[in-house]
């Protein structure tokens, strides 16, 4: 795959540890790592200006979004130990929790 000249392309690395798959279309590119102890996803845009992790364990389920151009960012953790949640929003300085 031709990742330094085209606008859409795919690769996927296997080792012994897991598998790398990434995706890209031109504006957004998405890595998905497979493993053993779970599985874990980044989606970014080009800029990095807007990017989502979700991360999947024996542990539960972590989920996490930022927004740079609006300075948002908002957490989602669940698992047998609870729930929590949290939202931010830096430019007016609030910030949110959910705790149960």
């Not at 296997?14 to 998405?30: A, C, W």
């Not at 493993?35 to 024996?58: P, Q, Y």
């Not at 960012?73 to 939202?87: F, W």
């Amino acid at each position: 795959t031709d990742t330094e000249n085209s606008n859409l392309w795919s690769k996927i690395k296997l080792t012994n540890r897991g598998m790398l798959q990434e995706y890209y279309d031109g504006t957004i590119k998405t890595e998905i790592i497979n493993s053993a102890k779970g599985v874990a996803t980044r989606i970014s845009e080009d800029t990095d200006k807007k990017l989502a992790l979700i991360n999947d364990t024996i542990d539960g389920i972590r989920r996490e979004y930022q927004d740079a151009d609006r300075r948002l960012s908002a957490s989602y953790q669940a698992g047998i130990e609870g729930l929590k949640a949290t939202m931010r929003d830096d430019k007016l300085g609030l910030q949110a929790e959910i705790k149960a």
